[in-house]
């Protein structure tokens, strides 16, 4: 089953209309969660990182915030060049590979000017 | 500085011909990871290497598929033989450290098989 998952899958905004990408996970003992982002053909740019409920993040109109079991991505009066696919992934603390990260199917951005 | 480079960025081939995907990490990273991504599955770990030694590779699909890192600033990924349920962009991505969160992506290989 999923553990790690978007919604919504895609979302349409105009420039200036501020909304949330939610990413909830399902797993226990959380190591981490992770926003990046993703241009077409290209390969996923980190954002932030989140390790505790309560942590919040900014980057510019970009604001990630973490509860206890799901993380939010909430943009601020977009533009046209926030388009793109915003990916989270969480790290687990359990006794297997460290170094996986879990990714979530990710949500497709448009900003329309 | 240069990011992570991968090579070939596109890939055409036919099933059962040999694939060879190559990366080249930032330099001073010193953990290597192969993703694969497909719209139906998404990004998913293939193989990751700390310090050049492979630690986890329980994502590799099967024997097919085999990754190498001879040394700190190259590592392989092949297929063979390739089937055409390999089709995807396969990421190669690089960090400090086993654990950190943080990855570097190159820009991909498309990797078609017919």
């Known amino acids: 089953e999923d553990q790690v998952t978007q919604s919504p899958e895609a979302l349409r905004l105009q420039e200036g209309e501020s909304s949330s990408l939610n990413c909830s996970y399902t797993?226990?003992?959380?190591?981490?969660l992770f926003w990046y982002r993703q241009d077409p053909g290209k390969g996923p740019e980190f954002l932030f990182t989140?390790?505790?409920a309560g942590e919040e993040k900014e980057k510019e109109r970009l604001k990630a915030t973490l509860t206890k079991k799901e993380s939010f991505l909430h943009i601020t009066a977009p533009k046209p060049e926030d388009s793109a696919t915003y990916l989270c992934?969480?790290?687990?603390?359990?006794?297997?590979?460290?170094?996986?990260?879990?990714f979530g199917k990710g949500t497709k951005l448009s900003v329309k000017p | 500085d240069a990011g992570v480079i991968q090579s070939p960025r596109h890939e055409v081939t036919e099933m059962g011909q040999e694939v060879t995907l190559r990366c080249k990490p930032i330099?001073?990273?010193?953990?290597l990871f192969w993703y694969r991504q497909t719209m139906m599955r998404g990004l998913e770990l293939l193989i990751y290497?700390?310090?050049?030694?492979?630690?986890?590779d329980s994502g590799m699909p099967e024997d097919r598929f085999s990754a190498k890192m001879p040394n700190a600033s190259f590592s392989t990924l092949k297929i063979q033989p390739s089937e055409p349920r390999d089709s995807a962009v396969y990421f190669c991505?690089?960090?400090?450290?086993?654990?950190?969160?943080?990855?570097?992506f190159g820009e991909g290989s498309r990797l078609t098989v017919l």
């Open positions: 992934a969480v790290r687990m603390n359990y006794g297997g590979s460290q170094g996986n990260l879990i």
């Open positions: 797993v226990s003992g959380l190591r981490g």
């Open positions: 989140l390790y505790s």
């Open positions: 991505a690089s960090g400090r450290g086993q654990d950190t969160g943080e990855l570097f």
């Open positions: 290497f700390n310090n050049n030694v492979p630690i986890d």
């Open positions: 330099s001073g990273h010193n953990s």
